[in-house]
């Protein structure tokens, strides 16, 4: 991005809100805001490097005649144009760098020729003429009318098409929203494939690693800097917080954000590679087998992760967020090496936590924090949802690590487990079993689209009814005073079973 190159001085000109935004964006640290450039400060500026942050070009309110004349003012306009060539040139950078990844027949060559000519039909039919107003009036629309299904795909791919500037505006735009407070986006890395997200898979990514060199790059590049600024100017407005972001109610930490960058992560979840020893029903449809292209892929991906020694600067590693952490040869090789992380959470399936696996792993970290994924309290449920479990090791596994814990081994030891049709009835059951395992806390997760499912599938098997409120037999079940303990972390429903109090009142309790 072009700034400040000849004179470190550098002034904005506009509201302080707006101008801040816009220093963030560009990475600028050291600066000055005005409100308007009159002809009496013009010899206190003349040197500086001057960004008018105005949506109208050449706004009379900002500037006088005088400063006008002056040659190297940059607008918003000005801005975005370089935001958007910059942000192109890699594009086709990339495009390059993924077709290596690509196994191509002589028939999807066809396709996609044809696919990407109609691309650009329609972008010249459209995408050019639209003013970016229009777009930001449609994106805007877009999001408020929650005309996007629980089906994340739709909305991010949306927002995928935007070019960089529009989502630019959009966020600088943004008003604050008080019903959400997260601050995820600005402490956390996901990676999942190759892609490098701030929070979760429920925003835009940063960028994929298959095609920069440096995790750093995409961490600080000005398209994760936009979507931090999301979270950071309070707006959250690209968050698809409705259907899909399990975290958006869970940290609390909202008020006056300062426009800071943290140069690594404080936290980081693992989840580029999907190879498991199960195949459970929300997750996958099959056992996942590898190719080879994905393993040359992953291969790279594991290289430029640990070549980057990002994860040296990071406190809490979680491992992993896909896959399975004892079962993946990846995700084995990757906890070999000295990562000098603070302390690792092992999210797991907990079927290979046995004591050969621990001795393998505990002297490698100091401090351990172990969640594991159960989704089920009887045999019958857990063979059903979780294919190629056993229910009689998973226990003796989950009693292994109770008496870790017990013995101060493991910091924290929690249960994961996902709310659906097969099983809600045993959520009561499922806390006793917790609660005889002494676990810190019990998740209840919401069943989100892992593209297991068609969409009509899973509405019907995730109990949430038009993404609003929950099944009514679901609201039921949750009314047991066993809900009220305090293992209990219902956070990823609390918003459903509000609506749900709402809806059914508890008179039809
Ligand atoms: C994909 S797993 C990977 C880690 C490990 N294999 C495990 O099962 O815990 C990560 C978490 O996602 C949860 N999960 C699986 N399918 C899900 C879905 N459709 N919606 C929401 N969470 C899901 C799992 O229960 C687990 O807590
Ligand atoms: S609300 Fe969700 S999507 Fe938005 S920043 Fe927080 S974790 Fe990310
Ligand atoms: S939820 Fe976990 S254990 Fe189940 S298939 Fe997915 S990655 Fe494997």
Known sequence: MKQAKETNKVLFVGSERICRQVAYVLAIENYKIVETLTNENYDQYQDYTIYVC????????LITKIWKSKKDIQYLDDICRQIDKEYLVNRRRHRKELKKFNKKTLLSCCFGWIYNLLKVVWHLINGSTIKHRRKINKLKKLIINNNYSIIKSTYLDYLQYLDLSVLFLYVLRAPVNKNIQCSLLESHMHIIDDQIYGCCSAILSFGSLLTTDNLFDIYHSVKARIIKLSSLNGSYCLCNTYSWCPH???????????????????????????????????CRNERYIMDDLTQKKTDLILSKILDSKFLNHTQNLTVAGQGEVFYSRYYRKLLEVDLQCENICIMSNGTLFNEENWNWIKNKYNLFDVIISVDAARAETYSKLRCGGDFQILIKNLKFISSLKNEGLIR???????????????????????????????????????????????????????????DYELWQVLQDPIFKDPIVDLSGLNRYIVASDIKYGKNKC
């Open 54 to 61: 105005e949506f109208k070009r050449k706004s009379k309110k």
């Open 248 to 282: 958006f109610c869970v940290s609390a930490e909202n008020s006056n954000k300062s426009f800071f960058e943290i140069k690594y992560p404080k936290s980081v979840t693992l989840a580029f590679d999907r190879t498991c020893n199960l195949h459970c029903k929300s």
């Open 412 to 470: 924290k030891f929690n249960l994961n487990f996902v709310v659906q049709r097969d099983n809600f009835r045993e959520m009561p059951d499922f806390v006793r079993l917790g609660k005889s395992l002494g676990v810190n806390f019990i998740e209840f997760q919401r069943m989100n689209d892992y593209g297991s499912f068609s969409k009509e599938i899973l509405l019907q098997r995730c109990l949430i009814i038009n993404d609003e409120y929950l």
